[in-house]
């Protein structure tokens, strides 16, 4: 047993061997893409659907860790960057494992399987840039800059993010179920998130007319989030339409 006076520095040491980075590369690695499986596309489809909902988690982490920059906390902005690194690095391993599947060996179930999971994973990827790139911006165009939005326009931006997550937690259900119902709910919260986005740049332009000084400092980067939020709701919003599409009776909805 350790002597007591002795625990921190071993500690210390053992931080230094087992470097930080390290610990995030496993994190960031792939779970469930087992190559032992791929002598069984229906196996290799399964693991790749959960990769691709744990690629669904880290965007909805990034998604409320821009919450709090919103509100102010400048130091999350990191943390974006590191998870928007594993977005990456877990749609690449999702891509290249579904790769090593032969088009020839799906049957037309398994074959629309196929496209729905490399879509959702891309979309997925490329939502995590957003989330990345209007993190970055806003700490540095209003947190560094110390501007802040007029209080109306927060509440604006927390209100389209509130739905934005409900959004994406709908779609990774819609992914993982295929639930038709549910994805018809998906496809009305597109539209909903949509025409209040439209809204709340009405009234951000109404304060403009009245001469709001937070509204006039920060203008651009508030319309910019508006449509960097519509981005994001349409990219969460896509697995609805591939449920849907074999529908026929859906083209009258």
């Not at 032992?36 to 990034?62: F, H, I, K, W, Y």
């Not at 349409?234 to 591939?242: E, G």
């Amino acid at each position: 047993m350790l002597p007591l006076p002795l625990v921190t520095s071993m500690a210390r040491l053992c931080r230094r061997l087992v470097p930080h980075e390290d610990m995030n590369n496993a994190t960031a690695a792939p779970r469930y893409l087992d190559n032992s499986a791929l002598d069984t596309p229906s196996l290799v489809l399964a693991n790749a659907v959960r990769e691709t909902l744990r690629l669904g988690d880290v965007a909805a982490q990034m998604l409320e860790r821009f919450r709090l920059v919103l509100l102010g906390d400048r130091e999350q902005k990191r943390e974006i960057s590191r998870l928007d690194e594993e977005a990456d690095m877990l749609h690449s391993a999702i891509k290249l494992y579904l790769a090593q599947i032969r088009q020839d060996d799906l049957g037309e179930e398994d074959s629309r399987r196929w496209a729905e999971v490399i879509d959702t994973a891309l979309n997925l990827k490329q939502a995590g840039g957003i989330l990345e790139h209007i993190s970055s911006s806003f700490t540095n165009k209003a947190l560094d800059a110390r501007l802040s939005l007029s209080s109306e326009g927060m509440e604006e931006l927390l209100a389209l993010h509130q739905r934005l997550t409900s959004s994406l937690s709908l779609a990774m259900s819609v992914f993982l179920t295929g639930d038709m119902t549910n994805a018809k709910r998906l496809r009305r919260a597109k539209h909903r998130l949509i025409l209040l986005g439209r809204r709340y740049s009405h009234a951000h332009v109404e304060r403009l007319h009245q001469q709001n000084p937070q509204s006039l400092e920060t203008s651009s980067l508030h319309m910019g989030l508006l449509g960097d939020i519509r981005r994001l709701n349409s990219l969460f919003c896509v697995v609805a339409y591939h449920v849907l599409e074999p529908d026929p009776e859906d083209s009258a909805e």
